[in-house]
């Protein structure tokens, strides 16, 4: 059977946060290692991620070489206008930000792709973003042709690979820019649906669940491709290790607070910390010797006890179908008015 894969993301802060939990030494190293430039900053609610990693700092971290920016608000909801109106502000900021070097021109040509399957609700950000761009066409500030847009579905349905489809059209079309639009795969839960990724590496659409296609990228299609993401799913067996590891900090952080004096003089509920680390010693009584076993150790426990059709399930949350709605609006929001303010603004209405 194949290794069971708990650390599977699309997103490269939390590739990053892999290492930069283990210990604080790795921690430090990671932000002084050649090749990667870091930086985090919080605009209002939005917190930016910026990235940018060269061949041996992509090999540090596992990703790809080029730049990432990616934009979090860990109180969106699916009802948040606010949220959603500061989240779509610094997009089109970041959109700029990604392809300033670019010198794109009132005369360039984009084409944005939007990838997924639209008859599975979680996968369907990058065709329903296509849908809102044919709906809003003919208010489109752009000459007939600058803009092109498709959703070439997924290769169940077709049978073809994506990235075949888009090259063929890229071919026909000769943009000077390839957006491409699709949901993604996150390793926490909290990331679901309140993060946006940009980066300019291109794409493995499929990537994040483990089912890779061709990819889309620079190196393949001889056009700069920039990929926006936003995280839909997480692996169901990933809840499980997070659940254990949230019952071993809370039950140790209670017995600790348990022993102090000034637990006596508590007249509320106890307010569960999972922020300190486990006391291992206090909690063996209760869970044995593998209270004090690794996440790895605990993943590799998984692997020998879950059925792999366990293994291979994926959650993503109920609001889904709110969610997907209103990213694929804030998504083709964002970028006509960077494509219009930015790229195309001295073209005449």
Not at 85 to 113: A, C, G, M, N, R
Not at 117 to 125: C, E, F, K
Not at 136 to 160: D, R
Not at 229 to 244: F, K, Q, R, T
Request: glycine letters at 8%; one cysteine or more.
């Amino acid at each position: 059977m194949d290794k069971l894969n708990l650390m599977r993301t699309d997103l490269i802060d939390e590739a990053t946060e892999v290492v930069q939990h283990r210990t604080e030494k790795e921690k430090d190293t990671l932000y002084e290692s050649p090749g990667i430039q870091m930086n985090e900053e919080r605009k209002g609610r939005v917190i930016i991620t910026h990235i940018e990693t060269d061949a041996s700092g992509a090999e540090t971290i596992g990703k790809k070489e080029g730049t990432y920016i990616t934009l979090s608000v860990p109180t969106l909801t699916a009802e948040d206008a606010d949220g959603f109106e500061q989240l779509e502000q610094q997009f089109i900021l970041s959109l700029h930000d990604i392809h300033h070097q670019l010198h794109l021109t009132p005369q360039s040509k984009v084409l944005i792709i939007g990838l997924g399957n639209r008859t599975i609700t979680p996968d369907a950000i990058g065709p329903l973003a296509i849908d809102r761009f044919h709906e809003e066409m003919f208010s489109l500030p752009f000459e007939h042709g600058q803009v092109v847009f498709y959703a070439p579905g997924v290769t169940g349905q077709t049978g073809l690979e994506t990235g075949e489809f888009v090259k063929a059209i890229a071919d026909k079309v000769k943009p000077d820019l390839i957006l491409v639009i699709d949901a993604l795969a996150a390793r926490n839960q909290d990331r679901l649906c309140k993060t946006i990724q940009l980066t300019n590496t291109g794409i493995h659409p499929g990537s994040g669940v483990g089912n890779a296609r061709n990819e889309i990228s620079f190196e393949s299609l001889g056009v700069p491709v920039t990929a926006i993401g936003v995280p839909m799913v997480v692996d169901a067996p990933v809840l499980v290790v997070d659940a254990i590891e949230t019952v071993f900090k809370v039950i140790s952080s209670q017995i600790g607070e348990a022993t102090k004096p000034s637990s006596a003089l508590s007249v509320g509920s106890w307010l569960r910390s999972t922020e300190a680390p486990i006391n291992v010693e206090a909690i063996k009584p209760i869970f044995g010797e593998w209270s004090g076993w690794s996440s790895e150790e605990i993943r590799a426990l998984l692997q020998e006890v879950l059925p792999p059709h366990h293994q291979q399930l994926f959650v993503t949350p109920k609001e889904t179908d709110t969610w997907v709605t209103r990213h694929a609006d804030m998504i083709q929001s964002g970028v006509t008015k960077w494509l219009q303010d930015d790229v195309f603004s001295s073209i005449s209405p």
